[in-house]
């Protein structure tokens, strides 16, 4: 049997996430002062709303944090119904919230949640319950095609819910989720890209129903054929990353955000991020998400066990996943998608549940297997206990050995 030991909530991750939390907030009313001041006449009036959802996220990384996260896997079938009211409610006429053209919105109150960005951690929630139940890598079950039909079912439906917002960037997240995790659980590289191939006729057809789409897509391979139109985006977002040079202009001296960047306190941040702190900033940003990750993915290989380890990877496939496509859009490298920069983007939804994540990402941080170096409590340091000793330290390479399998894609 494995032994289990608790320790302390993984420190660096914590200390990375707050980083981000305390920069986008900064960057936040940087970017949003000007806008905020003409709109509502006051230029705090996005850093309220920040702070406000900041303490709400805080608090949900709280409450996640301090639940055992098996305790989460009852839970999960009551979230998925959940969210799949809230994806269908937010298309009602009068019920969903409307903004910028897009139905994606719930109102609760004086909050608006967005269920899409539930949606993205319930699915995570959810692959981790059923793959974490099915036969692990290389067994004769585990290439069997009928235990996919659930999952697949669910996030193609939620994936069309999504679409019909429109919101084709979280429409995507969802699917990449679901890739992610499949890889994690074992399913092998070739059958990923069988499964991308198939689904290529779908996000061609979903790109080419929407004119506005084209458009994006016809922007990104050449922005400058219309440059006051389809490729303002992307245009602007290049200048001030490039007028930032290695310094940066300075915190607070922003020419973009004076009405030539669209959305430049949501979806293009990173751009203000390298216009004002230049370079520097920039791979401040980078080093921070990549920091994430790598605790993250190493939260998920030391998991006591398998639904933990796919519930760890996937909340930080997600989480780092979404980052890198925001970066993308904000760098010319990727279409211009719309979906927020984790924790430093203004949006509540986002932050909120991005936040719920990694309360349960520190949660797991918490148990871990015993290593095999480690002595058996009550045991002198450097000696064997008398009998057992051989026995332990065979208990520990075997788990050792289950651990580095744990999340190893079938060749």
């Not at 900064?26 to 970017?31: G, Q, W």
């Not at 007028?243 to 922003?254: F, I, T």
């Amino acid at each position: 049997m494995e032994t289990i030991r608790r320790r302390a909530p993984d420190f660096w991750l914590f200390a990375a996430v707050l980083a981000l939390m305390g920069l986008g907030l900064v960057m936040v009313y940087s970017a949003s002062a000007i806008v905020a001041l003409d709109a509502y006449g006051d230029s705090a009036f996005f850093l309220k709303r920040q702070l406000l959802w900041t303490v709400v996220g805080l608090g949900a990384m709280g409450i996640t944090g301090t639940t055992r996260y098996t305790r989460l896997r009852p839970l999960t079938p009551l979230l998925l119904l959940l969210v799949t009211v809230g994806l269908c409610l937010v298309l009602v006429p009068g019920v969903g919230r409307v903004a910028g053209g897009a139905r994606r919105w719930l109102t609760l109150g004086p909050l608006n949640l967005q269920p899409a960005e539930a949606a993205k951690l319930a699915l995570v929630l959810y692959l981790a319950k059923v793959l974490s139940a099915r036969p692990g890598p290389g067994s004769s079950a585990h290439a069997g095609g009928r235990q996919w039909a659930g999952p697949v079912l669910l996030a193609a439906t939620w994936c069309g819910l999504v679409l019909a917002q429109p919101d084709m960037g979280s429409a995507l997240m969802l699917a990449a989720i679901g890739g992610a995790m499949a890889f994690l659980a074992g399913t092998g590289l070739l059958r990923l890209a069988a499964a991308a191939v198939l689904a290529l006729p779908v996000v061609g057809a979903a790109a080419l129903l929407e004119p506005y789409r084209v458009r994006r897509l016809l922007a990104f391979l050449d922005p400058w054929a219309d440059p006051r139109g389809s490729g303002f985006h992307i245009i602007q977002s290049l200048l001030a990353l490039g007028s930032g040079g290695v310094l940066g202009l300075g915190l607070g001296e922003s020419r973009q955000k004076f009405f030539y960047l669209p959305e430049r306190h949501t979806d293009f941040i990173f751009a203000i991020v390298g216009e004002e702190l230049g370079l520097v900033g920039t791979v401040a940003v980078l080093a921070l998400f990549a920091l994430v990750a790598a605790r993250g993915f190493g939260i998920a290989r030391r998991a006591p066990d398998r639904y933990a380890a796919l519930l760890a990877g996937g909340i930080t496939a997600a989480v780092t996943g979404q980052a890198v496509l925001n970066i993308g859009v904000a760098t010319g490298v990727l279409p211009v998608t719309g979906v927020p920069l984790p924790f430093m983007s203004f949006g509540g939804s986002s932050l909120l549940f991005t936040c719920a994540g990694v309360g349960i990402l520190l949660n797991i941080s918490r148990y871990a297997a015993r290593r095999p170096a480690e002595a058996p409590a009550g045991a002198a340091p450097g000696r064997r206990t008398a009998g057992g000793g051989r026995a332990a330290g065979e208990r520990g390479r075997l788990a050792q050995g289950r651990e580095r399998r744990m999340l190893r894609p079938a060749t």
